[in-house]
């Protein structure tokens, strides 16, 4: 049985997929739109959500996604670039769960990326997989309203149409 | 006994939004209709379309009791903690009972068009569609609260670790 976390977590990649489906079809004046209360322009949104992932996936799996760690200047990262990392979000994501349910309170004592001069954090693996999940729904949000309120329409983030789409919500016979 | 990550989740979900609506008690009424372009409307009506959509996932898992909870129905400000801890009863009673299936179909006959057949829906489809919710609409009256200069409360997950000891910084 595929763990509810992992679905979750799907769930959010393909989210952010759907958002950088969208992006693509914008020009790059567009890319920069920004409104008051949120995180920053589409672009820097996209790019903080998909770095920050990385960096979640790194604490909990205790081991690096890539080489160099995903830190881009938000306001200038291409597109490409973008979609490039989120293929390592979505690689990591199946990573951890290769093995079946992961263990939500295992207390993790630190993480590959912190720099020397930084303070260390332990905390249970559920608070940085229930973060990833809250971040991403919480950036993607902004980003949507900067577009709607821009005039352009985004696209369903919900997950009733990857429900649909995977055949777990169905219409029935009336 | 573990605890399912899920119910971690559900559980910083309502957290948050229990947090929310604390922080929201301190502004005044016209505060509560500021709206912001590109979000779904007022900081008071968002608040209760979030803890409907709660409810009406909740019902179709049948974790509470119906009938089906209309999203037209406001729930006045002052009744939005009563429905948040009503939520909270059922969210945690989903995993008390037995194990829960996320496979389990449910059947949704509320429609909103009563010709459409019902929908058969995959359990777990429900549970990750509740986070997803809360947080895309908090996001909302972040936005609107941050548009009109308003600080609105941290509702991440780091500071609900911090509040429960779920974290703790080392030197």
Same mark, same amino acid.
């Given at each position: 049985?595929? @763990?509810?976390?992992?679905?979750?977590?799907?769930? /959010?990649?393909?989210?952010?997929?759907?958002?950088?489906?969208?992006?693509?079809? $914008?020009?790059?004046?567009?890319?920069?739109?920004?409104?008051?209360?949120?995180?920053?322009?589409?672009?820097?949104?996209?790019?903080?959500?998909?770095?920050?992932?990385?960096?979640?996936?790194?604490?909990?799996?205790?081991?690096?996604?890539?080489?160099?760690?995903?830190?881009?200047?938000?306001?200038?990262?291409?597109?490409? !670039?973008?979609?490039?990392?989120?293929?390592?979000?979505?690689?990591?994501?199946?990573?951890?769960?290769?093995?079946?349910?992961? /263990?939500?309170?295992?207390?993790?004592?630190?993480? @590959?990326?912190?720099?020397?001069?930084?303070?260390?954090?332990?905390?249970?693996?559920?608070? &940085?997989?229930?973060?990833?999940?809250?971040?991403?729904?919480?950036?993607?949000?902004?980003?949507?309203?900067?577009?709607?309120?821009?005039?352009?329409?985004?696209?369903?983030?919900?997950?009733? #149409?990857?429900?649909?789409?995977?055949?777990?919500?169905?219409?029935?016979?009336? | 006994?573990?605890? @399912?990550?899920?119910?971690?989740?559900?559980?910083?979900? $309502?957290?948050?939004?229990?947090?929310?609506?604390?922080?929201?008690?301190?502004?005044?009424?016209?505060?509560? !209709?500021?709206?912001?372009?590109?979000?779904?409307?007022?900081?008071?009506?968002?608040?209760?379309?979030?803890?409907?959509?709660?409810?009406?996932?909740?019902?179709? $898992?049948?974790?509470? @009791?119906?009938?089906? &909870?209309?999203?037209?129905?406001?729930? #006045?400000?002052?009744?939005?903690?009563?429905?948040?801890?009503?939520?909270?009863?059922?969210?945690?009673?989903?995993?008390?009972?037995?194990?829960? /299936? &996320?496979?389990?179909?449910?059947? /949704?006959?509320?429609?909103?068009?009563?010709?459409?057949? &019902?929908?058969?829906?995959?359990?777990?489809?429900?549970?990750?569609?509740?986070?997803?919710?809360?947080?895309?609409?908090?996001?909302?009256?972040?936005?609107?609260?941050?548009?009109?200069?308003?600080?609105?409360?941290? $509702?991440?997950?780091?500071?609900?670790?911090?509040?429960?000891?779920?974290?703790?910084?080392?030197?």
């Amino acid at each position: 049985m595929t @763990p509810i976390m992992q679905r979750q977590l799907r769930h /959010d990649v393909w989210a952010t997929e759907q958002l950088v489906a969208k992006c693509r079809t $914008l020009n790059e004046d567009q890319l920069d739109l920004k409104i008051h209360g949120t995180y920053g322009s589409v672009r820097a949104t996209l790019a903080h959500i998909v770095g920050t992932d990385e960096s979640y996936l790194v604490r909990v799996l205790g081991s690096r996604l890539h080489d160099a760690p995903f830190r881009p200047v938000e306001d200038e990262v291409a597109l490409e !670039e973008i979609a490039a990392h989120l293929a390592h979000v979505n690689e990591g994501v199946e990573r951890l769960f290769a093995g079946g349910e992961v /263990d939500g309170d295992r207390f993790i004592t630190d993480t @590959p990326l912190r720099r020397p001069e930084q303070k260390r954090f332990e905390m249970y693996a559920w608070v &940085p997989l229930t973060q990833f999940v809250h971040h991403g729904n919480d950036h993607r949000a902004q980003i949507a309203t900067t577009l709607s309120a821009h005039g352009i329409e985004p696209p369903d983030l919900q997950v009733w #149409p990857l429900a649909m789409a995977m055949g777990a919500s169905r219409e029935g016979s009336s | 006994m573990r605890v @399912p990550i899920i119910l971690h989740a559900l559980r910083h979900d $309502l957290w948050a939004t229990e947090t929310l609506i604390a922080f929201c008690r301190t502004l005044t009424p016209d505060q509560l !209709e500021l709206t912001a372009p590109g979000t779904y409307g007022s900081v008071a009506g968002t608040l209760s379309h979030i803890l409907r959509g709660d409810e009406r996932y909740l019902v179709r $898992l049948g974790v509470m @009791p119906g009938p089906m &909870p209309s999203n037209d129905d406001v729930i #006045p400000f002052d009744q939005l903690g009563a429905h948040l801890e009503a939520v909270r009863a059922a969210v945690e009673g989903i995993f008390r009972a037995e194990q829960f /299936d &996320p496979d389990k179909v449910v059947v /949704d006959a509320a429609r909103r068009r009563p010709t459409d057949p &019902p929908l058969e829906i995959e359990s777990w489809t429900m549970l990750v569609q509740f986070v997803h919710h809360g947080s895309d609409h908090r996001a909302h009256i972040g936005t609107i609260l941050g548009s009109h200069g308003v600080a609105g409360p941290n $509702l991440d997950v780091w500071a609900y670790g911090n509040a429960t000891g779920a974290i703790r910084a080392k030197r």
